[in-house]
């Protein structure tokens, strides 16, 4: 008999695009094999449902190369014995499969083979099938080695002899043939077939609002791709999809769709971030087991929590959405990427775990579950890593951004179905007469919280930024960074060096204050959070450092149409302010230094007023009515002479942020875009102030701001209200002494008052 090519299928369950069988036909006969390893089937990260999912997957195989005329051979036991003994039954003149890089067990697996196949003399080949590198010193070049790789054309399904003499095979075995105990979850369909309909799907129609609803677990079952189980499994290939979103890109920029160009390109990095963090694992395979950034060794392991981990295994850590997610993800196998980052944040940093057991227990429950990427994903959360900023989700900020009605807690936490919003978010807040008329029975029905929300948080900072201190996490840092940092901003300094361009400047610091200079970074701290990799591309960049905290509102679907809406009324009427002035309120107030906000309704409608801050003019306007006399209880208040101008911008760059609710409006038509999405995104800006530890003074003036307190439910801040200073309401505003009264908040608070002086 001619000797065979056996091409040994691990995680690759396809025919097209498959470099160990395209190349393995070039030889002669081909032998396809898959073996059933139990100690695969018993590893602790392997599940029923992956079981499922297999064998839909090997079925659609095995009837795809039974049609090429290679039918596949099934067979279990260890790997070595399962090829040794297939050796014997026939000539095997040389070994193919993928290269693979998987959990310890596998990689133990995969040297065993390559000595065997040594001592026998038989060729392995195993070539690459994603981006990633063995054998890779450093990052360098990693980049363009990717794209070489990947933007290759992918491979035709190759034309097959198959073995002529029948050999042996287990077929398909059930689960209580295997010893794998069958789950109940629902997961979607498996194989090649379906894989390629998912992938269509998606670039035909589900994706065009991916980059805007990914976030929330409301809208991201359908809008993300769901094809993380196909390349888990390896039913369609990561180049396939790669071409395949090239193509739908190209098509929406030659038809000018912006919303599918913005879904698409953000898509595609995220192609490029699956092997950049597969990668850590290829490189530093002990990372499954041990922290990546030693400094961080012996910092959660004594404060392990037996009840509080099984809690949050079981969905019911008394945080509406943490539980929520856990439940979603106990039934389907699957969860968006924000909401698994909250999960494994709120483990890791509120909980205070060790990474390790709930990473495995997340093994266990993801469907399309990767080593790679699940470890790397398991150690950015819980900022073992030491490259990267940590980020500690707030579950009640994420319930209430993400969730706003409360419709995905209620499906997941039947328990809540009667909470209305905002008491969905924080059930343990509500009046004990208001609990029990709803039916619910805190402590019975549904849990109180497992820990304190806010307190273990910045304790949690604390110790990380501790360990951040020490001389052997810069050490450590540096040798991460060389060995698996990307050298993305590395990439686009070259990239403009080759076209000519001249570097992109630096922002230099602000000379108004020196709180207001850009917040030192760690000059390797420029990596993505792991499991939003890398940040979508918000539908605004928004200035100074509020595009990190207001990123949810800009991304939603809700804002892009805002901003469709102003773009249309901006061509059809003069709309003010111009589009430069939209933001200066957040770009003359960064976040870090706002310690007052004033809030206006929407902008002077008359040309040429209004310039982005609330109750301010251009210089050289004339005065307003209201600003007037905002001036005359100035003076009267803080001994203030009013300038002839109408300009606050010296207040804005002392910390106050003056914001209009509204940001835009048509000329001689008040209020003319109220209701079209403003609101929400302002309504964001004061919650985020909301969220700051320091004391954040908020002054609401008129009924209209008012309405606005109830956003402000942080202890530390304090709310000054009065009549708005309209000629209208004057006799409500007039000697309410607001800006003493904001000083004295700051200074009880230990911060500086503000200067309210205004230049002459």
Not at 170 to 199: C, W, Y
Request: proline letters at 8%.
């Amino acid at each position: 008999m001619q000797p065979l090519a056996v091409v040994w299928f691990k995680k690759d369950l396809r025919v097209s695009d498959h470099a160990a069988l395209s190349r393995a036909a070039e030889r002669g006969p081909v032998l396809p094999l898959y073996i059933y390893e139990p100690e695969q089937l018993e590893h602790e990260e392997f599940s029923g449902h992956h079981l499922t999912y297999l064998h839909e997957c090997l079925r659609d195989l095995s009837a795809r190369l039974a049609e090429l005329g290679a039918p596949l051979v099934i067979r279990r036991g260890e790997a070595v014995a399962v090829l040794d003994a297939l050796s014997r039954e026939v000539p095997i003149g040389s070994l193919w499969a993928h290269q693979e890089t998987g959990n310890g067990v596998s990689f133990a697996r995969d040297l065993r083979v390559h000595a065997w196949a040594r001592s026998k003399g038989i060729p392995f080949y195993e070539p690459p099938q994603q981006g990633v590198i063995r054998r890779m010193v450093n990052r360098d070049g990693w980049a363009d080695a990717w794209e070489e790789r990947m933007g290759a054309p992918p491979l035709p399904v190759p034309t097959l002899r198959g073995v002529q003499s029948a050999l042996g095979s287990v077929g398909v075995m059930d689960h209580a043939a295997l010893g794998v105990k069958p789950s109940r979850k629902v997961i979607p369909q498996g194989g090649e077939t379906a894989a390629h309909d998912v992938l269509e799907s998606f670039l035909q129609r589900r994706g065009r609002d991916y980059m805007w609803a990914m976030s929330s677990p409301l809208t991201a079952e359908d809008a993300c791709s769901r094809l993380s189980a196909p390349l888990a499994f390896g039913t369609v290939s990561a180049r396939t999809v790669l071409l395949a979103t090239r193509q739908g890109l190209a098509r929406a920029v030659a038809e000018k769709d912006a919303r599918w160009e913005r879904s698409l390109r953000s898509f595609e990095s995220r192609l490029h971030w699956r092997d950049h963090f597969t990668q850590r694992l290829e490189s530093e395979p002990r990372m499954e087991f041990e922290n990546l950034n030693r400094a961080y060794d012996g910092l959660r392991e004594p404060h392990w929590n037996e009840e509080h981990f099984q809690r949050w295994c079981a969905g019911q850590t008394g945080y509406p959405l943490i539980d929520a997610c856990m439940r979603m993800l106990r039934a389907t196998g699957w969860l968006n990427f924000r909401m698994r980052a909250m999960l494994v944040s709120f483990a890791a940093q509120h909980l205070w775990l060790h990474w390790r057991s709930p990473g495995l227990f997340l093994a266990r429950q993801w469907l399309d579950n990767e080593p790679g990427i699940h470890w790397s994903q398991m150690q950015m959360q819980s900022g073992t890593v030491g490259i990267n900023r940590s980020r500690i989700y707030s579950p009640t900020r994420q319930a209430r951004d993400q969730d706003p009605d409360g419709e995905f807690i209620r499906r997941w936490v039947p328990e809540l179905e009667g909470v209305p919003a905002p008491h969905i978010w924080r059930p343990w807040e509500l009046p004990p007469l208001t609990a029990c008329g709803l039916g619910l029975r805190l402590g019975r029905d549904y849990p109180y919280p497992v820990v304190d929300e806010h307190a273990p948080a910045r304790e949690a900072h604390r110790r990380l930024q501790a360990v951040r201190a020490t001389p052997l996490f810069a050490a450590e840092a540096r040798r991460i960074y060389a060995l698996h940092g990307s050298r993305k901003k590395a990439v686009i300094r070259a990239e403009r060096e080759k076209r000519g361009l001249p570097p992109r400047p630096e922002r230099p610091p602000a000379e108004h204050s020196r709180r207001s200079r850009p917040p030192r970074r760690h000059p390797m701290s420029d990596q993505p959070n792991l499991f939003d990799p890398p940040a979508a591309q918000p539908a605004v960049e928004l200035p100074q450092d509020w595009g990190a905290v207001l990123a949810d509102a800009v991304s939603r679907p809700s804002f892009h149409r805002l901003l469709e809406f102003v773009a249309h009324e901006r061509q059809t009427a003069a709309v003010y302010p111009p589009p430069e002035d939209v933001f200066t309120a957040l770009r003359l107030t960064p976040y870090r230094d706002a310690k007052v906000l004033i809030l206006g309704q929407d902008p002077y409608h008359g040309a040429g007023q209004a310039h982005g801050l609330a109750f301010s003019v251009r210089r050289g306007v004339r005065v307003p009515p209201s600003l007037r006399n905002i001036y005359q209880e100035l003076h009267e208040d803080v001994g203030v002479t009013a300038p002839r101008h109408g300009n606050l911008e010296a207040w804005a760059e002392r910390g106050v942020l003056l914001l209009n609710a509204v940001l835009t409006v048509r000329e001689a038509e008040p209020n003319s875009h109220a209701g079209q999405g403003w609101e929400d995104f302002t309504d964001a800006v004061i919650r985020a102030l909301n969220d700051k530890e320091e004391r954040v003074v908020f002054v609401l003036w008129g009924a209209y701001a008012r309405k606005k307190k109830k956003l402000v439910t942080a202890p530390q801040h304090t709310v000054i209200e009065s009549g708005h200073p309209s000629p209208l309401s004057v006799r409500h505003f007039a000697g309410t002494r607001p800006f003493s009264a904001v000083n004295q908040a700051l200074e009880e608070a230990g911060e500086a008052p503000v200067d309210w002086s205004l230049p002459q």
